[in-house]
């Protein structure tokens, strides 16, 4: 937190939102629906590329500023298994951004410790997309700043079959299938993101309110954030006003938020199990 004010110009818009911001309740993970490149573009009259293109910039700067406020994980969804149905020139076209990505953005996350990772079936994907990928996972993985997820030929429901497919894999291979007991913490230990915290925060971009198969078990209690903004107008005071509306929210998790003892007043008909009326004597 204290780089991102100490980046900042004292007195600005994103200055004076930042100083909103409590430094002890910041959301551990966050996680990002990168939508409406396409638009953008549609609206501008360009090639839809052209949105891609405007986008891959957006992700460097939100990268780089949640890296400042300390942020233990940041997810984004970049591509999706279902994206495969877009033109082919398009998703070549992604691939080509993707590796331009990496390659420009790689002295920015060693500067700001960051841990780079790819989620998703990344065997599938290109070669030397593959390749690019790896090089910078393994060039950035003995950073321990942030953790920087890039959710890539991603499916919330493939993750889910993948981790079972895992667990019954080392079962079939350890001679104990029979044995086997699916739990809750045995999906997780399995899940693409396994060992870290599941996201707190969940922002889309566009406004549209779907969460599109991502993260489908990690987001089970994340407080979701959706904006109309188009992702290449996104910028560090949309996520800074998102951080601020999370600390806003009452996070219960199932459970009830601590309060005092309602006052009860005596006009008020009170009822034992039974629908009998009880004295105000036996209360307290």
């Known amino acids: 937190m204290k780089e991102l004010l100490h980046a900042l110009a004292p007195g600005d818009a994103d200055w004076r939102i930042a100083n909103q911001i409590d430094p002890l309740r910041l959301p551990a993970h966050v996680a990002i629906i990168m939508d409406g490149n396409g638009r953008w573009a549609k609206q501008r009259n360009y090639p839809r590329i052209m949105g891609h293109r405007a986008g891959v910039t957006v992700v460097g700067n939100i990268v780089e500023t949640c890296a400042q406020l300390g942020l233990e994980a ?14 082919r020139l398009e998703v070549e076209g992604l691939w080509r951004l993707l590796r331009f990505y990496l390659r420009k953005e790689l002295p920015k996350m060693m500067r700001n410790g960051i841990q780079f990772a790819a989620i998703g079936r990344i065997e599938s994907l290109p070669e030397v997309v593959q390749a690019e990928l790896q090089t910078v996972i393994e060039k950035t993985s003995n950073n321990r700043g942030m953790r920087l997820n890039l959710a890539i030929n991603y ?46 925060l969940l922002i889309r ?12 078990w990690q987001i089970a209690y994340a407080e979701l954030y959706v904006t109309e903004t188009l992702w290449p107008d996104f910028c ?37 199990d039974e629908g009998l009326e009880l004295p105000l004597a036996q209360l307290g």
């Open 74 to 87: 940041l997810t984004l969804y970049a591509f999706s298994v279902e994206n495969w149905k877009r033109p």
């Open 155 to 200: 499916g919330g429901r493939t993750e889910l079959v993948d981790a079972v497919n895992a667990m019954l894999e080392n079962a079939r291979a350890e001679g104990n299938l029979e044995a086997l007991e699916i739990t809750e913490e045995s999906i997780a230990e399995h899940l693409y993101t396994a060992g870290q915290k599941d996201p707190d």
């Open 205 to 216: 971009t566009s406004g549209e309110m779907r969460v599109s198969n991502f993260l489908l």
């Open 236 to 272: 560090r005071r949309d996520l800074l006003e998102a951080i601020c509306e999370y600390q806003s929210r009452d996070r219960r998790f199932g459970g009830l938020t601590r309060s005092p003892a309602p006052v009860v007043e005596s006009h008020e008909l009170l009822l034992d």
